[in-house]
């Protein structure tokens, strides 16, 4: 049954957007690996599916999960050591096009990213959803640095939700020393191992964070450690790494940089979970999980229920 907009408008709205890759990472190193009838692994999906049910249960109305349809992106194109596939367990790796399908059976929105990444995914629906005033927060469920440069305020947060931790922007100074403004700046002078970029030699997070600091960005860092206004251990080293790979380091920072333009329609209200689709029950099969069917009906029954309720108040 479609929910009515109009009824539902007067109450906060808090959107929540998965990174669903590090979802599936997650589960597939933490639940035991059992294969279905037809011989696939789907236990990571299965726990994957379970979460994203029990954070509807929790409350949550309107949600976006994005995945890395394809790991590749455009940034393999500007820096050849950039992340792939190579290195994912076969296993994990054919599950990724099953969460996929689990999850629009599931009735939640998804963006399969294959120019981009999920991470682009993530910071342009919080950059749509919060620029609209009715929502009342925006959770980005991801413990991934990257992240931390969309954070803005109490309004745009970030969520681990394994270790259930909620950073917003004076959590993202705290630990990292930076604004989230700076976080891509940081990120290209310290590098980030994941991602397969080596970072400035000799910079690490104390000094990146304490010369950032002052200046914010690389551009307004001066090339000679004697024109510094900030005072850093080893400065003079510093200052000379950045001077000489200072171009390799601007490409570091556009590979941090998220691309808030990335495909994630134009309607956050899109977003909102209505119920599962025709073969969710058929899905829950192919996922052996016999159990979850029922808690989506009952979920399904209790979000129109207070819909109803709510077109009467």
């Given at each position: 049954m479609p929910v009515n907009r109009d009824a539902a408008s007067h109450r906060p709205v808090h959107v929540h957007l998965v990174d669903g890759t590090y979802e599936l990472f997650r589960h597939y190193y933490a639940v035991p690996k059992e294969p279905n009838d037809l011989g696939l692994e789907i236990g990571a999906t299965r726990g994957v599916i379970t979460s994203m049910i029990g954070l509807l249960e929790s409350g949550a109305t309107h949600v976006g999960v994005a995945t890395d349809h394809v790991i590749e992106s455009f940034r393999n194109e500007l820096w050849p050591d950039y992340k792939d596939g190579s290195g994912i367990e076969p296993e994990l790796y054919a599950q990724f096009g099953i969460l996929e399908d689990a999850l629009e059976a599931l009735g939640v929105t998804v963006w399969a990213m294959e120019r981009y990444e999920a991470d682009d995914a993530l910071a342009a629906a919080a950059r749509l959803a919060a620029a609209d005033?009715?929502?009342?927060?925006?959770?980005?469920?991801?413990?991934?640095?990257?992240l931390a440069q969309c954070v803005r305020g109490k309004r745009v947060v970030q969520v681990d939700r394994r270790r259930r931790a909620t950073i917003d922007e004076e959590g993202v100074i705290a630990k990292f020393g930076v604004p989230p403004r700076s976080i891509p700046d940081w990120l290209a002078l310290v590098g980030d191992s994941a991602d397969g970029y080596p970072g400035v030699p000799g910079w690490g997070a104390k000094s990146a964070a304490t010369v950032l600091q002052r200046y914010e960005k690389l551009d307004a860092i001066p090339s000679y450690a004697a024109s510094w206004e900030v005072a850093v251990r080893g400065a003079q080293r510093l200052a000379d790494n950045l001077r000489t790979n200072r171009e390799q380091a601007l490409l570091?920072?556009?590979?941090?940089?998220?691309?808030?333009?990335?495909?994630?329609?134009?309607?956050?209200?899109?977003?909102?979970?209505?119920?599962?689709?025709?073969?969710?029950?058929?899905?829950?099969?192919?996922?052996?999980?016999?159990?979850?069917?029922?808690?989506?009906?009952?979920?399904?029954?209790?979000?129109?229920?207070?819909?109803?309720?709510?077109?009467?108040?």
């Open positions: 005033e009715t929502v009342s927060q925006v959770l980005i469920c991801t413990p991934d640095k990257d570091f920072r556009h590979l941090a940089t998220l691309a808030e333009d990335a495909p994630v329609g134009s309607d956050w209200r899109d977003w909102e979970w209505t119920g599962p689709k025709p073969g969710f029950v058929e899905m829950c099969e192919r996922l052996v999980a016999a159990d979850l069917p029922a808690r989506v009906v009952a979920l399904e029954r209790r979000t129109v229920g207070q819909t109803d309720r709510d077109a009467h108040l």
